[in-house]
């Protein structure tokens, strides 16, 4: 079985300050992994997604993601926040090897940027 | 782009009524997807369908039902709604393939009282 662990809830940075939302998984075969963002009262919108290509992945709004196999991790970063930034965003695997099917979600990581 | 649309954004039911949410995209994709958001719990999926008429129980079925008579259609149906069932309900569509992005609908805040 997939599963995935957002070691955080709830993240708090400075306006320009690095962003790090730390995220493990755990899978069974070589895994899809996505990050996704919800901005309050929106749907979700995908930043980036690993399909077993380069490991270190570029998203939309300057985010990036480096697959780490050896660490089953997928610690999503940003250089410098920003306001907009704040939002919560979940981690997920790919639950299917062959269609992308089932998505395994993290509970999610709340990001707080201070001005 | 491909939109996934939610019939309501806001509903509001009393305990023991018969809820329907529906669900359409438009990109002819074969799979999609009901998830209810708790916080703290992320996304949960209840049921996905890979066909027409083809359904499969997801991680949290109990109370609920679906319906795939169309392509682009998927409904969730609560037949006796209950408090707990409180919930936003998403629902998402996805192309047959490895690595496929999964598109999400604006979501339905459901209200049981």
């Known amino acids: 079985a997939q599963s995935v662990t957002q070691l955080d809830s709830h993240v708090s940075v400075s306006e320009g300050t690095p962003v790090l939302l730390r995220c493990n998984y755990s899978?069974?075969?070589?895994?899809?992994l996505f990050w996704y963002v919800q901005h309050p009262n929106k749907g979700l919108q995908l930043l980036l997604k690993?399909?077993?290509?380069?490991?270190l992945v570029k998203g939309i709004n300057g985010f990036e993601a480096e697959f780490k196999k050896s660490e089953t991790s997928f610690h999503l970063t940003k250089p410098s926040a920003h306001m907009s930034d704040a939002a919560e965003y979940f981690c997920?695997?790919?639950?299917?090897?062959?269609?992308?099917?089932?998505?395994?979600f993290g509970a999610g990581t709340i990001l707080r940027v201070k001005s | 782009d491909v939109k996934v649309t939610q019939s309501s954004r806001y509903l509001v039911k009393r305990t023991g009524e018969k809820v329907f949410l529906e669900c359409v995209q438009d990109m002819d994709h074969e799979n999609m997807f009901w998830y209810r958001q708790d916080p703290g719990l992320g996304l949960r999926l209840i049921y996905f369908?890979?066909?027409?008429?083809m359904k499969e129980k997801g991680d949290i079925p109990e109370g609920y039902s679906v319906s795939r008579e169309k392509k682009e259609r998927f409904s969730l149906i609560l037949e006796s709604a209950s408090t707990n069932q409180t919930s936003m309900y998403l629902c998402a569509s996805i192309a047959w393939g490895a690595g496929e992005t999964q598109y999400f609908g604006p979501g339905t805040r459901l209200l049981v009282l």
């Open positions: 369908s890979y066909d027409v008429k």
């Open positions: 690993y399909t077993s290509a380069a490991t």
């Open positions: 997920v695997v790919s639950a299917a090897p062959n269609n992308g099917n089932k998505l395994v």
């Open positions: 899978s069974s075969y070589s895994p899809s």
